[in-house]
């Protein structure tokens, strides 16, 4: 034990002699033996995007928060250093968030991955949560937490990304209109900042830091630990579909559900462009959907997808729900579906999706991914836009619609919404670029349409904002934060003074401490 420790110091030293030398020495990690430390891993330059890829000149696999603390610490200190450092969580990201180019990538996963439920007592006051590892897995958490017969409350729709990942965006599915997304969801956080320091924070305790961090895009600190909230988890859900041919009937329903927090548990929507994105969307929604309605060349339909938990108390209770729901609902008859799963494979749904895919090979490709925020006043105006500016017959992937409410954001955190109104879409169009029909050419293009259409929902009549946001610059990302743009500068200046962290995302350049300034 006391020796591994030795180790890894002696390792972190050596990185960051090696790096931070003038005379840059690193032609290859193998110089440095076999050390996991050393290794630039086949990972570290790709994510989820496959469109760009930065080789970092050395990885940390840190056992422990302090090997990190330890690295930051040394670099900060470092007076002649240009050493970057991010946090690879899964690597989900679509355009090189988690990379540094010639820096250090910290995987995350190597940390022990330790969950500790905490179960409130049955009369008892206070809350049920999890400490849990920030390169945990939410799916890890989902299976340590149900075996109390708890779970998070507020989820993304895939499982498979890191906790501190989803914390440092924002963390958005169908239950985020109900308790707001899983930054709001946190009640402690252990960070290492990029001064090096071991900080916890809490709302009341180092606020500033835990704000921070909270969709800070990892700019602020590294989440090494997360206290979430937890509550009692339903063995099962009904888990509905219902369709549209008509967009604004769809969002108008949308909306009511949205007015039913008590009733509704989960709700979400998306476009059907066309048959194809029909069937990939109900691989794991076990209903025969051989009714649906048969597509023409001309229409598009829309799907507005709920679910309410089931306890199993009693037997007709949930369905006495979704009836209520339903009948209040102006979809297309007589196309409704629903099924019963249980609680983990409905969260766990798009896993399904992921085997579907991978056994076709089109899984690792690339996905040049659009996310945004559209106010509820330009959401009509900005579906045009998307209409006008894709193919959608040929369109592969999903395209997801639906509302959240912004009250249920705190305005402290570093999270990016529009400035309006309370309700927001959150629209993903989530293309996948099979390379046997979408060469890298192909792929930029589609890169440069998402710059257009983003310039173009920029503007004041559909005022949306980027979710996962990527910039082309400086001054896009000073617009991008807009009016928070000096609280974030503030806080960089604060928590990460050096820019060390966050190369990838191409915000603020590297400072050295008796250097030249920075333009920030
Ligand atoms: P990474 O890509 O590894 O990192 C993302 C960012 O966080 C980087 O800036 C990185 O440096 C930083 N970071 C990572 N770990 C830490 C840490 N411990 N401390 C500080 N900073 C850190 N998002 C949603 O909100 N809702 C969804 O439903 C959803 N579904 C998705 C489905 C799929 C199939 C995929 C690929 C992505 C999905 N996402 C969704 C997006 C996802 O939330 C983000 O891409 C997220 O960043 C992925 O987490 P990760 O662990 O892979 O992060």
Redesign the pocket.
């Known amino acids: 034990m006391e020796f591994a420790f030795i180790f890894t110091k002696i390792n972190i030293l050596i990185i960051i002699l090696a790096i931070c030398s003038p005379c840059k020495f690193i032609q290859s990690p193998m110089d440095f033996g076999s050390s996991s430390l050393l290794q630039t891993t086949n990972t570290s330059s790709i ?2 995007g496959r469109i760009i890829f930065s080789p970092p000149s050395a990885v940390l696999r840190p056992q422990s928060a302090d090997d990190i603390s330890l690295l930051l610490t040394f670099l900060y200190a470092s007076s002649f250093s240009k050493v970057t450092v ?9 355009h090189a ?3 540094a180019l010639d820096g250090i990538v ?1 995987e ?1 996963d190597s940390l022990p991955s330790d969950i500790h439920i905490h179960k409130k007592l049955d009369e008892g006051h206070g809350v049920s949560y999890a400490d849990v590892s ?2 945990a ?1 939410w799916v890890e958490l989902l299976q340590e937490s149900l075996k109390f017969g708890l779970a998070p409350r507020s ?4 499982l ?14 169908g239950q985020t209109f109900k308790y707001g ?2 930054i709001s969801n946190v009640l402690e956080l252990d ?1 290492v900042t990029g001064k090096g320091d071991l900080i916890t924070c809490s709302p009341t305790k180092s606020s500033e830091l835990f704000f921070a ?1 909270l969709g ?9 630990r997360a206290r979430i909230l937890l509550q009692d988890a339903p063995e099962k859900v009904k888990w509905v579909r219902a369709f549209y041919d008509d967009f604004d009937i769809f969002i108008k329903d949308q909306q009511l559900l949205v007015s039913m927090p008590d009733l509704v548990d989960y709700l979400e929507g998306f476009v059907v462009p066309n048959e194809e994105s029909l069937l990939s969307s109900s691989i794991a929604f076990p209903a025969h959907l051989h009714s649906v309605p048969s597509f023409h060349l001309s229409n598009v339909y829309y799907c507005i997808e709920f679910a309410v938990h089931d306890f199993q108390v009693e037997p007709s209770v949930v369905e006495q729900t979704v009836e209520k729901i339903t009948t209040q609902m102006s979809y297309l008859q007589p196309y409704i579906y629903s099924v019963d799963v249980s609680y983990f494979d409905f969260l766990n749904r ?1 896993r399904m ?2 085997m579907s895919l991978r056994a076709r090979g089109l899984w690792e490709v690339p ?1 040049p ?1 659009l ?1 945004m925020f559209v106010p509820k006043f330009g959401i009509k105006e900005f579906k045009d836009l998307l209409m006008d500016n894709m193919s959608l017959n040929q369109f592969k992937g999903p395209i ?1 619609i639906y509302p959240i409410l912004k009250n249920k954001w705190d305005a402290n955190t570093s999270a990016v919404l529009p400035d309006t109104e309370d309700l927001i879409y ?1 629209v ?1 169009v ?1 293309q996948s670029a099979d390379p046997a029909s979408c060469s890298a050419e192909c792929v930029a293009g589609i890169v440069r349409r998402n710059r257009r259409i983003v310039g173009a929902a920029s503007a004041e009549r559909i005022g949306a904002k980027q ?2 946001a990527q910039q082309p610059s400086l001054l896009h990302w000073r617009c991008h934060f807009g009016g928070h743009w000096n609280r974030f500068l503030a806080r960089k200046a604060r928590f990460d003074p050096l820019a060390i ?2 190369p ?2 191409g915000i603020f350049p590297r400072v050295r401490l008796h250097g030249v300034d920075s333009t920030w």
């Open positions: 994510d989820f991010a946090a690879r969580g899964a690597g989900h990201s679509i968030q988690s990379q910290i995350m920030g390169g897995l989820w993304t729709d895939y498979y990304l890191s906790i501190g990942g989803t914390l440092s965006n924002g963390g958005i599915s997304p899983q960070v961090v800070g895009l990892g700019q602020f600190g590294i989440i090494t798009v999706e992921e996905h991914w996310n997801l959150i993903g989530l979710y996962l962290l966050g990838g995302h």
